[in-house]
């Protein structure tokens, strides 16, 4: 995919501090409220979808804002169609609409510099110390990382250190199956160092460990935690 130099209103908004990135995706909305928004899911979207995105019966005119999420990460992805992705970006930013791409984890510098130099690019990474921490979990640590805990979500929002255990375990999970590599988005460094912390757990405690935040991660997005988020999390690492 090679976009050309049009004149148009292009903002990508990526990285996997959701929370801000987030942030910054309302405060997008806020300032090109007058359009008519159209949000669209890249990892469903389909023709129909796209080409349902040009077309309004609005007060709003022809000029609208359009939020793609997702749809670059999904390029590199098999079964994905690319041609149909990358045909309908080319129509938005020919077209006079604000195009929005929202992505949930970091472009790599290649995807990026198939856009001109002038696009609004907001880069939004978690605290490298997140990343430690994330990484040192393991049976038996719970007085070193609920420590490491503690000093994270005084620099970064516990709703990113849930989503982020979450997705850990679940690569440890495939990493115990032996089906790690279907992740097509970790290098192979960091798949060594996923394999290697799997080996501290067995299938067993993975498992539970992964329920067990999943059922955290609902109850909190349907406010029924019977205690904070932060001490239920606390309580997690203490269990391991």
Not at 96 to 105: A, G, K, M, Q, T
Not at 194 to 218: E, G, T, W
Request: glycine content about 4%.
């Amino acid at each position: 995919m090679e976009i050309g130099h049009f004149t148009f209103m292009l903002h990508i908004i990526h990285g996997e501090d959701h929370v801000k990135s987030r942030e910054e995706l309302v405060g997008l909305r806020k300032k090109y409220e007058a359009r008519e928004t159209i949000t669209i899911d890249g990892k469903k979207a389909d023709e129909l979808t796209y080409e349902q995105s040009f077309v309004s019966d609005s007060l709003f005119g022809d000029e609208r804002c359009i939020i793609v999420e997702n749809a670059l990460t999904q390029l590199n992805k098999r079964g994905v169609d690319k041609d149909l992705v990358e045909r309908f970006i080319g129509r938005f930013l020919e077209s006079n609409h604000v195009v929005i791409l929202w992505e949930s984890r970091e472009l790599t510098p290649a995807m990026l510099n198939k856009f001109p130099k002038t696009v609004d690019i907001a880069t939004f990474k978690p605290n490298k110390h997140l990343f430690s921490f994330i990484e040192s979990i393991g049976p038996g640590k719970s007085s070193l990382v609920l420590s490491q805990f503690a000093k994270v979500i005084e620099q970064e929002a516990v709703e990113l250190v849930l989503y982020l255990l979450i997705r850990q375990f679940r690569n440890l999970l495939l990493a115990d199956s032996g089906d790690l590599a279907k992740v097509s988005t970790l290098a192979p460094w960091q798949q060594s160092r996923v394999k290697s912390q799997a080996r501290q757990f067995n299938s067993d405690q993975l498992l539970s460990s992964y329920r067990n935040l999943q059922r955290i991660d609902m109850q909190a997005k349907s406010g029924k935690l019977p205690l904070s988020l932060v001490e239920e999390l606390e309580g997690f690492l203490i269990s391991l």
